[in-house]
């Protein structure tokens, strides 16, 4: 049950790279949730094909989380390098009507699963609250400053996706629109320019029963708490679960970025985010590269299982929480109604 609850990053761009059948050996274990793919890992849409077709025959039951960022514009992991048709970021298409946005999504997706991928990390639902932003308006990430245009223009990148069998992510909740600072680099505080209203679009969609995952930053808003949104259960639990009404799969943005990195270790890491109601641990597996990663978390949450009842409890909240949403991959089970796997009867070792 925790090795679902890992999705990590690794070295390689061919199927027999070691860092490949690694991953493909974890995924085939059971050890192992999903990996997310970086540009370094896309040497052409072949080899990806390749890789993606190994790694979902690896658990042909419950197939990984095959996941990477395409966005559009500058957030693309699959670019024209190797043949695949890149399309304008979101501020640009959301300058536009919704009908041309469903239909270049639409040729978006189908080109991602066509090559094996079963989630895409998007759409981002940042409001546009300050051009100055280095990370979201700088690269035109946010597709308005207005909540229901960001709604409306996330629709049709999410429909188009299921359209295409492919599980989305909205993000970076609770809201990196109003933000000066890039959580890559270190802690982004956002008490004094974040504002109630970046919630909408997630009020919205939620609403709508459309939303796969919800992938939380990293920023801090000492009004709601001391930690980090990522690790915060203030923001997890009590606002997006409790507030917003949220019960599907929550998932980290990437927890080696600088803003946790540097202040937290990674078993403070790992124990918070799921004490916080993080169902999905997200790891580029870049700062410091290694196959071991995958299985220093898993040892870090069954240690910490096998101690407390209440984590064994959360880990397995978690668990079925993923495993109805990977019954969808492809175009199964509606999010309304999911199938439920039972949880696996086993000893408390195999968490």
């Known amino acids: 049950?925790?090795?679902?609850?890992?999705?990590?990053?690794?070295?390689?761009?061919?199927?027999?790279?070691?860092?490949?059948?690694?991953?493909?050996?974890?995924?085939?274990?059971?050890?192992?949730?999903?990996?997310?793919?970086?540009?370094?890992?896309?040497?052409?849409?072949?080899?990806?094909?390749?890789?993606?077709?190994?790694?979902?025959?690896?658990?042909?039951?419950?197939?990984p989380f095959l996941t990477l960022d395409q966005e559009g514009g500058s957030v693309e992991r699959l670019t024209s390098d190797v043949g695949f048709k890149e399309v304008p970021n979101a501020a640009t298409i959301g300058a536009g009507h919704p009908a041309d946005a469903r239909s270049i999504y639409n040729r978006m997706a189908r080109g991602i699963a066509d090559v094996g991928f079963t989630v895409n990390f998007g759409p981002v639902v940042d409001l546009n609250l300050n051009p100055k932003n280095k990370i979201i308006a700088r690269f035109g990430r946010a597709y308005s400053d207005?909540?229901?245009t960001v709604t409306v223009f996330a629709e049709q990148f999410i429909?188009?996706?299921?359209?295409?069998?492919?599980?989305?992510?909205?993000?970076?909740?609770?809201?990196?629109?109003?933000?000066?600072?890039?959580?890559?680099?270190?802690?982004?505080?956002?008490?004094?320019?974040?504002q109630a209203k970046e919630l909408e679009p997630y009020r919205n969609l939620i609403a709508s029963k459309t939303v796969d995952m919800v992938m939380v930053g990293h920023l801090i808003n000492t009004r709601y708490s001391e930690l980090p949104s990522s690790l915060s259960p203030e923001w997890i639990t009590g606002v997006l679960r409790?507030?917003?009404?949220?019960?599907?799969?929550?998932?980290?943005?990437?927890?080696?970025?600088?803003?946790?990195?540097?202040?937290?270790?990674?078993?403070?890491?790992?124990?918070?985010?799921?004490?916080?109601?993080?169902?999905?641990?997200?790891?580029?597996?870049?700062?410091?590269?290694?196959?071991?990663?995958?299985?220093?978390?898993?040892?870090?949450?069954?240690?910490?299982?096998?101690?407390?009842?209440?984590?064994?409890?959360?880990?397995?909240?978690?668990?079925?929480?993923?495993?109805?949403?990977?019954?969808?991959?492809?175009?199964?089970?509606?999010?309304?109604?999911?199938?439920?796997?039972?949880i696996p009867q086993a000893r408390p070792a195999s968490l």
């Open 1 to 63: 049950m925790a090795g679902q609850m890992i999705v990590v990053g690794f070295a390689g761009d061919s199927v027999d790279d070691k860092g490949v059948v690694s991953a493909r050996e974890q995924i085939a274990a059971g050890t192992l949730g999903g990996v997310i793919y970086l540009k370094t890992n896309g040497a052409s849409l072949k080899a990806v094909r390749e890789m993606n077709a190994a790694f979902r025959d690896a658990s042909p039951g419950l197939p």
């Open 146 to 148: 207005g909540a229901n």
């Open 159 to 194: 429909a188009a996706h299921h359209q295409a069998g492919i599980l989305t992510a909205i993000k970076h909740f609770p809201g990196h629109g109003s933000s000066t600072d890039d959580s890559h680099e270190g802690y982004v505080d956002i008490t004094d320019s974040w």
């Open 242 to 342: 409790d507030e917003l009404g949220f019960d599907g799969v929550v998932i980290s943005d990437d927890l080696e970025m600088g803003a946790i990195r540097e202040h937290f270790s990674l078993k403070e890491t790992v124990v918070r985010a799921v004490r916080a109601g993080m169902d999905v641990l997200l790891f580029s597996n870049t700062a410091k590269a290694r196959v071991s990663l995958a299985s220093e978390i898993r040892d870090i949450l069954i240690a910490e299982a096998e101690a407390d009842p209440s984590f064994a409890a959360r880990i397995e909240q978690s668990y079925r929480r993923i495993v109805a949403l990977k019954q969808r991959i492809g175009g199964g089970a509606t999010a309304e109604a999911p199938a439920v796997a039972p």
